[in-house]
């Protein structure tokens, strides 16, 4: 399986609307594939798709079947997080902007996989401060000793 | 003394950061000019981060790019109040809101953008979703008493492997208690087996309960295994078991009392390793007084009786009960009703529910899926449904002026037999007022 910090060539997708990165995953129906070179810093030139959600396959298994390795993006709900891992795609969440300065900033490094990802149950409160946070599922941030 | 517009400004900032709901303006090309703290707070982003952005790009709600309601407000020049959707916060975290939006006006009148307030609603859900766990037990939903006396003593009913007789009006929900039942005894990892006891003639319930020989009847041309043998180490659940006929009642009390059966063209018995689960919605002691249910059997059966009261005997499970039809039919069907019109309410709560709980899910499940908007409508409701829901409202005695046929003919979406029926007259009388109303 790749990740999103191999310098061998791959595919990624990136949703979108107009020319910036869809913020919101679960509702992306666009989808720019390109394929990048991080080792020779090289993107070839982005083509569009269009994913029909009435029809199968399911986001996560489209994009593997158009032979994708990852996925950049902004906000995506865990649920998708976890479809897509399990068809064996890296995703990188919080990505916001332009789709040229995005992908600009992921050959240069800038973006990392551990990106703002998160939503899975596993992160602390997401409140500024616990004591702001009326969500009582919330959970607790770690206690230092 | 007179402030000046930036001392005014920040008086109005101060007082934005001080409600409890998320504000923030955008101007006329949806980019965020203003963030309050709640906002921060809802969604996560800073109002660094936030400002001159998309709104849609921090907000992240499920209608961003289909309804979003500041577009709708700008170009209504109406507000959209109190809209409940969801929001992905910086975290991913799904966080349900109601939201209400308006356009902002110059002093020209002139629309320079839109303002959005939203209430973050997790705590409310999480309530309800407290509320509705607490009213439910193992598929079965209720707050009434009768019933919470029931969800207490099931476990250990179901822990004592003891024959159990469900009483209960059809629709009433015997077979959820039989799978409760069976889910928390020590039999809950063999089979549950189901055998209706009104469904089958005589001879072929008692092959389909406990099985046949090769050759046993004409057309017999291997062994069959009945339900009895099905369920070995599991639990029998006998419905209906007011509809068995008498010659086969004999058999199935030899099982209860030897945990022994003989299959049709078996030479010898068989054991049976079976817990009994019976129900019916006739009235077994009356069936025994006329002859027509063997005593010896009833008390077999009858070792602890459930009565399940009827849902016109609980109607403040009605609520709860449409709540979660609603919810298990827009899982079902992929909708996302949010819930019904005032006056279907008023009418499902009035319905005295004939049928119990299957009527009321049939109801539901109709409506859910003829639905196309986020609310449930009268229009949606069977025909059938307004005559019988007027427990409350009696027929309406002598003939009813114009503004009352109208507000009738209205709620019964123009069926006029449905709107006959609950005036008590025939269609050719309604046609004749109609037409005299010039509602014809």
Same mark, same amino acid.
């Given at each position: ?28 129906? &666009? ?33 593997? &079947? ?43 490094? &800038? ?35 | ?37 709640? +906002? ?9 981060? +936030? ?13 961003? @790019? ?6 709708? +407000? ?37 629309? *320079? ?23 439910? @037990? ?24 003891? *024959? ?22 020590p039999r809950r990892d063999k089979p549950l087996v189901t055998i209706n006891c009104g469904a089958l003639p005589e001879q072929l319930l008692e092959a389909e309960i406990f099985g046949a020989r090769k050759g046993a009847y004409t057309g017999s041309i291997e062994d069959r295994p009945g339900r009895l043998a099905q369920a070995e180490g599991g639990t029998l659940f006998l419905d209906e078991i007011g509809d068995l006929p008498l010659a086969l009642q004999v058999k199935l009390l030899r099982v209860l009392e030897n945990r022994e059966y003989q299959p049709l063209g078996a030479k010898g018995p068989r054991r049976a390793d079976v817990r009994f689960i019976a129900a019916t919605h006739r009235h077994l002691e009356n069936m025994v007084a006329a002859g027509t249910f063997r005593q010896d059997l009833f008390f077999r059966l009858n070792v602890v009786q459930l009565a399940i009261p009827s849902l016109r005997e609980r109607p403040e499970d009605i609520p709860l009960l449409l709540d979660m ?14 819930? @019904? ?7 499902? =709560? ?10 009321? =899910? ?10 196309? *908007? ?8 069977? +025909? ?44 050719? *009388? ?11």
């Amino acid at each position: 399986m790749s990740t999103a910090n191999d310098h061998k060539p791959q595919r990624i997708a990136i949703p979108h609307y107009g020319q910036r990165i869809m913020p919101r995953f679960g509702l992306a129906r &666009q989808f720019y594939l390109v394929t990048a070179d991080r080792h020779k810093h090289q993107i070839d030139e982005p083509v569009h798709h269009q994913w029909d959600p009435c029809q199968e396959p399911s986001v996560a298994r489209w994009l593997k &079947q158009m032979r994708v390795s990852g996925v950049i993006c902004d906000g995506i709900h865990p649920r998708f997080q976890t479809a897509l891992k399990a068809e064996g795609l890296w995703i990188l969440g919080g990505a916001w902007g332009e789709i040229g300065d995005v992908l600009e900033r992921w050959l240069n490094g &800038q973006l990392t996989a551990s990106n703002d990802l998160a939503g899975t149950g596993q992160e602390t409160c997401c409140r500024p401060s616990r004591s702001h946070c009326r969500d009582r599922s919330c959970p607790k941030p770690p206690t230092r000793r | 003394m007179n402030k000046t517009p930036h001392q005014t400004l920040e008086h109005l900032a101060t007082i934005l950061d001080s409600v409890a709901d998320g504000v923030f303006t955008v101007d006329s090309s949806m980019h965020i000019t203003w963030f309050n703290r709640a +906002a921060e707070q809802i969604t996560g982003f800073t109002q660094q981060e +936030a400002l001159g952005r998309p709104c849609c790009e921090i907000f992240r709600s499920s209608i961003c @790019f289909s309804a979003c309601p500041v577009r709708e +407000a700008m170009a209504s020049g109406h507000s959209v109040e109190s809209r409940e959707i969801d929001i992905l916060n910086r975290y991913n975290r799904e966080i349900p809101i109601s939201v209400s939006a308006s356009v902002l006006l110059d002093a020209s009148g002139q629309a *320079t953008g839109g303002v959005e307030t939203f209430r973050d609603l997790s705590r409310l859900r999480a309530l309800q979703q407290e509320v509705s766990e607490k009213y439910t @037990f193992h598929d079965l939903v209720s707050r009434n008493p009768a019933m919470r006396k029931l969800f207490d003593i099931l476990p250990d009913v179901a822990a004592s492997d003891v *024959t159990t007789l469900l009483q209960g009006d059809s629709g009433t929900g015997k077979e959820l208690f039989a799978r409760a039942l069976h889910d928390l005894s020590p039999r809950r990892d063999k089979p549950l087996v189901t055998i209706n006891c009104g469904a089958l003639p005589e001879q072929l319930l008692e092959a389909e309960i406990f099985g046949a020989r090769k050759g046993a009847y004409t057309g017999s041309i291997e062994d069959r295994p009945g339900r009895l043998a099905q369920a070995e180490g599991g639990t029998l659940f006998l419905d209906e078991i007011g509809d068995l006929p008498l010659a086969l009642q004999v058999k199935l009390l030899r099982v209860l009392e030897n945990r022994e059966y003989q299959p049709l063209g078996a030479k010898g018995p068989r054991r049976a390793d079976v817990r009994f689960i019976a129900a019916t919605h006739r009235h077994l002691e009356n069936m025994v007084a006329a002859g027509t249910f063997r005593q010896d059997l009833f008390f077999r059966l009858n070792v602890v009786q459930l009565a399940i009261p009827s849902l016109r005997e609980r109607p403040e499970d009605i609520p709860l009960l449409l709540d979660m039809a609603l919810d298990r039919f827009n899982k079902h069907y992929g909708k996302q009703i949010r819930g @019904f019109d005032g006056e279907v309410l008023n009418l499902l =709560l009035d319905h005295p529910y004939p049928g119990n709980v299957r009527e009321l =899910l049939n109801i539901v499940e109709r409506a859910a899926i003829l639905c196309r *908007t986020e609310q449930i409508t009268v229009d949606l409701l069977p +025909a059938n449904l307004a005559p019988h829901s007027t427990g409350n409202r009696r027929p309406v005695s002598g003939r009813p002026d114009t503004e009352q046929l109208q507000g009738m003919l209205i709620r019964h979406a123009g069926n006029r037999s449905a709107l006959a029926r609950e005036l008590g007259v025939n269609r050719t *009388t309604l046609w004749r007022w109609l037409k005299d109303c010039n509602l014809g």
